[in-house]
């Protein structure tokens, strides 16, 4: 189980939400990620996919890339990537590849999330937490998609 206490992983998350609001208001789906190291952040992103015009560009996708070439490493060993909706699955694929030692998410995805799939997408090694501050993580996909439909 995690190292860090439920405020320390609720403080991260609202930097991670900061990152979706910016992605929200870019007209992004509001995902937010950001990548911490000995209690500091070192990556912060958010989805970009239509401004890059890349599907890949995804909020974790581009905290791993940012965080990588912070260190100069391609693994992120005792690094925790925060981020407010549940990987899907090429995400968490990535998160594998880059062996981030921590996941903690916000919001479940029901539809697109690696769970769906499988528990086991993710490195043997690294450690998971969904839910954390799941509503206020879900309530601006809500509002956002909301406003897509209206």
Not at 26 to 44: F, L, S, T, Y
Not at 57 to 82: P, Q, R, W
Request: proline fraction near 3%; include cysteine; aromatic fraction near 8%.
């Amino acid at each position: 189980m995690s190292k860090k206490n439920k405020t320390e992983h609720e403080n991260f998350m609202r930097q991670a939400l900061l990152e979706a609001k910016k992605a929200f208001e870019a007209d992004e789906i509001p995902v937010g990620a950001v990548i911490v190291h000995n209690g500091k952040i070192i990556a912060r992103a958010h989805n970009q996919t239509e401004l890059l015009k890349d599907v890949t560009a995804h909020a974790e996708m581009l905290a791993i890339t940012s965080a990588s070439s912070t260190f100069g490493v391609k693994f992120l060993n005792d690094c925790t990537l925060y981020v407010t909706l549940e990987p899907c699955v090429m995400c968490a694929g990535a998160i594998f590849w880059s062996r981030v030692s921590e996941l903690v998410f916000g919001a479940y995805d029901p539809k697109r999330g690696f769970t769906n799939v499988s528990k086991n997408i993710l490195h043997p090694k690294t450690e998971y937490i969904g839910g954390v501050l799941a509503e206020e993580c879900g309530s601006i996909l809500t509002e956002y998609f909301d406003n897509k439909r209206n």
